[in-house]
């Protein structure tokens, strides 16, 4: 019963952070569509300023929100990630073939249709990466709406497929969304990343040093021109997996951010990227081909792109899916992943410096995340009406149970420690290169 209810808690969790997130979401369209839009807009470019002596960091609250809050979601993201490749499900690559090929299809598809309504714009190219983005916390939100008819494993499912493409996510932010570079910059981020790792070799498992030394992170990152939310998720890496007294600081700050980012983090980000004023707003922007192209690349890119590279593993042998796994089901949460909503809306601040896009880019945003949610509903109730059971004891989607792995024992999760998908077939995760630390990470002797 302490396992199941445990579950029904992380679960809870996400369904209840993305109602948050949707409800001042809507708050900023309509207070940006009302007699309190000025409030909103100033609000948004309020100044805020730090200084130490002669060194200052002067950005507008919108960017401390993009730059400074996010680089701490992103650092849960790699915890989580770290997290699943040291000694979670997805440490066992036949595990993770099935999500990880179907977010690749989920990011490859959406740009190509992006791409296709925006050969004839070389400005508006730049936003191709807009549509290969997905909101767990709102994914989650509009699965869970189902209640416990939704098969453990279809969540299981939904939740893996968005790790790989937080992964894809902050490969594209580091590759193709950089600035230009400062070279001392970055070799004095290179430098502190360096002391990290070497309090990690040296079994250093205090909170303090990593905090202060990740605080330098960010300032060296942000001012290298690299995105400064990449600093969160290099950070996430040099932190120690284990310590000599069996702890674990990777879950045990894993734990504490949870509910700062669910609550806090992502709702402030949303309320300030979500407002979209419709004064003046005209057919031709709606029928803009970024627009277009973001709607296009959620709603059917990624149904298409997820769904069809499943099924093609599954044709050539692959990967298998259990007896009794309902395809509708399986496809409703293909429609589900083009909710992009806020990494898309992220991912769309980096991609353009002047505001000619803000319009397009949210109209298109809100418009192929709310097809892909409502789409998505609606297939699930379908499918879980045609089961003859109803869904509510259909097989789990991915071979994560003890009957397909016996020589894994479940183990009881700690009440202060996140449980990973090996404790409970699921992940704390929200809804975000840092490519190279995964791979150390997963295969290097650094804890």
């Known amino acids: ?110 740009a190509l249709i992006y791409m296709a309504c925006n050969l004839s714009d070389s400005v508006a190219l730049s936003g191709w990466a807009i549509p290969c983005a997905t909101d767990i916390a ?26 790989f493409d937080d992964l894809g996510a902050i490969i594209i932010i580091a590759i193709f969304y950089t600035a230009k570079l400062s070279v001392i910059a970055l070799l004095l981020a290179a430098c502190v990343l360096a002391i990290m790792f070497a309090l990690n070799r040296l079994e250093v498992s205090r909170t303090a040093p990593y905090a202060l030394l990740g605080l330098l992170l960010w300032v060296c990152v942000l001012k290298s021109g690299v995105h400064a939310t990449l600093a969160g998720v290099a950070m996430a890496f040099a932190i120690p997996m284990r310590s000599p007294n069996g702890d674990s600081l990777v879950k045990q700050l894993e734990h504490d951010l949870h509910p700062w980012a669910a609550f806090l983090i992502m709702p402030l ?129 991915l071979h994560f149970s003890r009957a397909v792995h016996p020589e894994v024992s479940p183990r009881a999760p700690s009440p202060t420690q996140p449980a990973s998908l090996r404790d409970l077939g699921i992940s704390k995760r929200l809804r975000v290169s840092a490519l190279c630390a995964c791979i150390s990470a997963h295969c290097c002797p650094v804890n």
Request: proline share 4%; aromatic share 10%.
């Open 138 to 163: 709102f994914a989650m939100g509009v699965l869970l709406l189902l209640g416990g008819r939704i098969p453990v494993g279809l969540k299981v499912f939904l939740l893996a497929l968005a790790i």
């Open 269 to 397: 980000f949303g309320f300030a990227n979500a407002g979209v004023s419709f004064a003046g707003v005209t057919w031709p922007q709606l029928g803009h081909s970024v627009a277009l192209g973001v709607a296009g690349g959620l709603f059917i890119g990624k149904q298409f792109g997820v769904f069809g590279t499943v099924v093609a593993c599954v044709r050539l042998g692959w990967a298998r899916l259990p007896q009794g796994v309902n395809l509708g089901g399986l496809y409703g949460v293909a429609l589900l992943s083009g909710i992009g909503f806020t990494m898309s809306l992220f991912i769309g601040t980096l991609a353009w410096d002047n505001v000619d896009h803000a319009v397009p880019l949210r109209l298109g945003v809100l418009g192929g995340s709310l097809l892909a949610g409502v789409a998505g509903y609606l297939v699930l109730r379908a499918a879980i009406q045609s089961s003859p059971d109803g869904g509510a004891s259909a097989p789990t989607l």
């Open 1 to 110: 019963m302490g396992f199941l209810s445990h579950i029904r808690s992380v679960l809870r969790s996400e369904a209840s952070a993305g109602i948050i997130l949707g409800f001042v979401s809507i708050l900023a369209l309509v207070i940006s569509n009302s007699s309190l839009a000025s409030l909103y807009n100033a609000f948004l470019v309020l100044p805020v300023e730090v200084h130490i002596g002669s060194f200052s960091i002067a950005k507008p609250l919108l960017l401390w929100i993009n730059d400074g809050l996010m680089a701490i979601f992103f650092l849960l993201v790699g915890l989580e990630v770290k997290r699943e490749f040291v000694e979670g499900e997805l440490s066992n690559w036949n595990q993770a073939l099935l999500p990880a090929v179907a977010a690749i299809g989920g990011m490859v598809v959406p």
